[in-house]
């Protein structure tokens, strides 16, 4: 008989638990689809780039486990919310509570599984389409990639089925310590209004002193480091909710005290709803703020990251080619390109030392730029090396006993070749970098062989002969190393592909971790707003029987509740605009392109917006026979 009353409960709350399905489902498939990019040992091992990236994901799918225990843990206690009296009238008609606990935990266990069902489905799904994008932009083989992963399936199943069982839990003992009054009246609670005082006065600039303190550290990561993160983002998030419950009744209640906006229409009705209402909410919006703050700004992030690879790239060299004993191919490669400027150095390397020819450098003086990653403008220019060598010889790189006996490299030469000549680090393992007139040069008996730099009009027009270029750089590399010593190069080309792997990674895990956050986000503050629905359903009734069109109360319900959706997120989208300033650090435009992320928030945020107020006119304003 239990199973029949379960059965059909859950067939009338279909449209509450189809929410709640699409909330999982997006979070179970994109937990799956982290693991598997995350944990394919024999790819990640096989692709240097892959294995840059994989914390990122691992990253990933712990922020979003974080997440989804929240999420799953409160909307179970809204569906819980909304059966209430249902159960309370089973035990007065003699149910068990102990069946009907039962009965509860069975359906939130087969909840969990059928969201586990589809949600892995789908994750196989996306784990196979997003893996070969993410391949085919990085340019990267496929072989040894399994979309199907059964270690990622083993730890998502894991993760979420001891999340479900303990919600099944903790749902049957908060029922089994209700009483059946306490069920019945659930409905028949009063919403309070707060009185206005000092204290409120105390808390509003106390939530808006802790933001702009946080606003503060966050803006200056580098100075505070870590420390400055961690506190910065505590206490943002204290404040806001200070903020929301100090302020927002107070907002709402300047709305019904303006005689002109009140007298218009429904709107008495409307602000009176809202007023009762919001208290009830504060923590909610508070909450949903935050959860806007992380969904965007992960998406921003991301795509931040993704579109200052070819400025990170570039920051600190001006030359988009160095080639070190180039052949013909290279020179052939050349050919192909718009080449601004190419200059070519001679020099001599023996067991102590890369010996440069003092002669080739002030013929053709090499660019240099004018940027850091700690001080960069667009305007800065690059400059051309001016600065004299009037001594005979000059060093760097050495070890320090030999640096009285030379003069040391001037710093303009020396961040010229350190940057620009040098296209890997392990050819300064061992060797100092000397500088020498023709006369010096001619004497040492070192190897003879040229450095070809060169400024070409696109650099990502390029892309495959850089490619080429930098492939026969690694082979020439690699014949002058050990044979199990690992030789990275340092050319333009290499950084950019380096920066692009992690950071398209990156974009890739902000774009899907938003979706999730803005998704379960957006439910939460469904459920909770639906959960009052049954209460306000008797307000509208009444209305209803004295005349009042029913245009104007659907209208009313969508002035009510894109009250309650805007407010959180202005404050969201203001933490993220602050936030993103903290990425300064390590980005060059932190803000690039951050429209994008904005108008998918917004577009996501409208259509939860439009199905709450689908189901909640639904509730209130059922439809006349």
């Not at 009140?262 to 935050?290: E, H, P, S, W």
């Not at 579109?307 to 020179?331: F, K, W």
């Amino acid at each position: 008989m239990l199973l029949k009353l379960s059965l059909s409960s859950m067939r009338k709350m279909m449209k509450d638990y189809l929410v709640l399905l699409v909330g999982l489902v997006i979070s179970i498939s994109i937990f799956y689809m982290f693991q598997t990019l995350g944990m394919n040992d024999d790819y990640v091992k096989a692709n240097s780039m892959i294995r840059s990236i994989g914390i990122v994901f691992n990253v990933g799918a712990f922020l979003l486990a974080f997440i989804t225990i929240f999420y799953i843990f409160y909307a179970n206690s809204f569906l819980l919310s909304l059966r209430r009296k249902e159960l309370g009238m089973y035990m007065v008609l003699g149910a068990k509570k102990a069946r009907i606990s039962q009965m509860l935990f069975g359906e939130t266990l087969l909840m969990g599984v059928v969201s586990l069902v589809i949600g892995s489905l789908v994750g196989i799904v996306l784990s196979s389409g997003i893996g070969q994008l993410l391949m085919g932009v990085l340019d990267i083989s496929a072989d040894g990639y399994y979309p199907f992963y059964l270690p990622a399936l083993w730890m998502t199943w894991g993760f979420f089925l001891v999340l479900f069982l303990m919600t099944a839990t903790i749902n049957a003992i908060r029922l089994a310590r209700a009483t059946e009054l306490d069920l019945i009246s659930a409905e028949q609670q009063n919403d309070n209004i707060k009185a206005k005082g000092i204290g409120t006065m105390v808390v509003a600039i106390l939530g808006i002193l802790l933001i702009a303190f946080g606003y503060y550290l966050l803006t200056h990561l580098e100075l505070y480091v870590a420390l400055g993160f961690i506190v910065g983002a505590i206490v943002t998030t204290i404040g806001t909710y200070l903020v929301f419950i100090s302020l927002l009744p107070v907002f709402v209640q300047m709305l019904k005290n303006n005689k002109k906006l009140n007298d218009r229409q429904l709107n008495a009705f409307t602000l009176a709803q809202l007023r009762f209402r919001i208290n009830n909410l504060t923590k909610i919006l508070g909450t949903v703020a935050m959860l806007i703050a992380l969904g965007v700004g992960a998406m921003a992030g991301g795509l931040a990251f993704q579109q200052n690879v070819e400025l990170v790239a570039s920051i600190g060299r001006i030359y988009d080619i160095t080639l070190h004993d180039p052949v013909a191919e290279d020179y052939q490669a050349l050919a192909r390109m718009q080449v601004l400027e190419q200059n070519t150095y001679r020099y001599k390397k023996d067991e102590q030392a890369y010996y440069f020819t003092k002669d080739d450098l002030l013929a053709h003086p090499p660019l240099i730029s004018t940027n850091t990653m700690e001080q960069y403008s667009p305007d800065n220019e690059p400059k051309r090396v001016t600065q004299p060598l009037p001594e005979k010889a000059y060093i760097m790189n050495n070890d320090p006993d030999e640096e009285q006996k030379l003069a040391r490299v001037p710093k303009e030469w020396g961040q010229a070749i350190l940057r620009e000549f040098i296209s890997s680090y392990e050819m300064l393992a061992d060797r100092a970098v000397q500088i020498v007139d023709q006369e010096t040069y001619a004497k040492i008996e070192g190897s003879e062989h040229k450095v070809l730099v060169a400024q070409v009009d696109d650099f990502l027009k390029y892309k495959d002969d850089l490619k080429a270029m930098d492939e026969r750089q690694m082979k020439l590399l690699k014949s002058g190393q050990q044979d199990d010593q690992e030789v990275y190069l340092n050319s333009k080309y290499s950084t950019y592909q380096q920066v692009y792997a992690f950071t398209s990674g990156t974009l890739f895990m902000g774009f899907f971790l938003g979706i999730a956050f803005l998704a379960m986000m957006a439910s939460c503050l469904m459920f909770k707003i639906l959960s009052g629905a049954t209460r306000d359903k008797g307000r509208y009734s009444m209305l209803r029987k004295i005349g009042v069109r029913k245009e104007l109360l659907v209208g009313s319900i969508y002035k009510e509740l894109f009250v309650v959706f805007v407010f959180p997120a202005l404050m969201g989208l203001l933490h993220v605009l602050v936030g993103m300033k903290m990425f300064s650090v390590i980005l060059l435009n932190p803000y690039v392109n951050i429209w994008a992320p904005i108008a998918i928030f917004v577009a996501v945020y409208a259509i939860y917006y439009l199905i709450t107020v689908r189901l909640y006119r639904g509730i209130v304003l059922p439809k006349e026979v």
